[in-house]
């Protein structure tokens, strides 16, 4: 396995950061995850894109330049076909103190893997989650940013595990639903697709953006709005979106059923959809 890093390809065994690293000391960073399908990484211009800004929003100084070339550098040295592309960029190393100003260059490490990063029969059964006790901060800067300080998700992924669950679904400090720990939720309501609003507090996911698009062309109404746990609980059907796992049926709040209790009729419309708009945009 090689993978970029600042500036070299290097086997893994060789891509190594320093300990003064501000990525390791504060999680001084931001990150984007890329679904690779056929040798190639689905909307890699949008995830860029999302990267850059977030590391305006924390103030890096310096941004870097050629992520999608090196992108496609660690993809083919990996000979990778199907599977994940990790892109992370840190302050860099710094020897003491807080202060950003003290880091010049920043940390890039790109790695890419085969693998397939849900099995089928999650699609099958659908994901059942637990509404997590971790609370989000609507409000704060950090929200719309894919930071490198993951401990909030972190956290409720464990309430997921000690659950027997799939995930975690967070609340924001209004009770109102924000994201799962790394996907966006979505309510099948009749005909009638809702998402939590970008003012809740989540992160505006890629797959989020082009599922909102597929919708109104699918003839549902789409709206962005504040979502109370007990409208999940009393969806007609629910999902999750991300890069890797597309669209995820969601079946079951704690010990609620949503709907039947099974991957509901829109919920399968719009992942095969989404899977056709993958395809074309690979033709």
């Known amino acids: 396995m090689f993978v970029f890093i600042n500036g070299s390809l290097v086997p893994k065994e060789e891509a190594k950061v320093s300990v003064f690293d501000r990525g390791f000391l504060y999680g001084d960073g931001v990150f984007e995850t890329v679904r690779i399908y056929n040798g190639r990484p689905f909307m890699i211009d949008e995830h860029i894109t999302r990267l850059l800004q977030g590391l305006k929003a924390v103030r890096f100084t310096k941004l870097p330049a ?5 992108a496609a550098k660690v993809i083919d040295a990996n000979g990778v076909r199907n599977g994940i592309l990790r892109i992370a960029v840190t302050r860099g190393e710094v020897i003491s103190g807080i202060d950003p100003s003290a880091c010049k260059e920043p940390t890039i490490v790109i790695s890419a893997r085969e693998s397939v990063p849900y099995p089928d029969a999650a699609y099958e059964t659908g994901y059942r989650v637990t509404i997590s006790k971790i609370r989000k901060d609507g409000r704060s800067h950090l929200c719309g940013i894919k930071s490198a300080n993951f401990l909030t998700h972190i956290l409720a992924k464990g309430e997921a595990a000690d659950a027997g669950v799939d995930d975690a679904v967070m609340v924001n400090y209004d009770g109102f639903v924000t994201e799962a720990t790394v996907s966006n939720v979505f309510v099948v309501k009749g005909n009638a697709l809702v998402t939590p609003s970008v003012e809740s507090g989540i992160l505006p996911g890629i797959t989020r953006k082009v599922v909102l698009e597929m919708a109104e ?12 746990p007990e409208e999940l609980c009393d969806a007609d059907e629910a999902f999750l979106t991300n890069s890797l796992m597309e669209v995820m049926p969601l079946v079951k709040v704690d010990k609620r059923a949503i709907g039947n209790g099974l991957p509901g009729n829109i919920t399968r419309k719009v992942r095969k959809n989404y899977q056709q708009i993958v395809k074309k945009k690979l033709e």
Do not use: D, F, T
């Not at 050629?66 to 090196?70: D, F, S």
């Not at 549902?220 to 709005?225: A, D, G, I, R, T």
């Open 217 to 228: 062309k699918m003839g549902l109404e789409v709206s962005e709005c504040e979502i109370r």
């Open 66 to 70: 050629g992520l999608k070339v090196y």
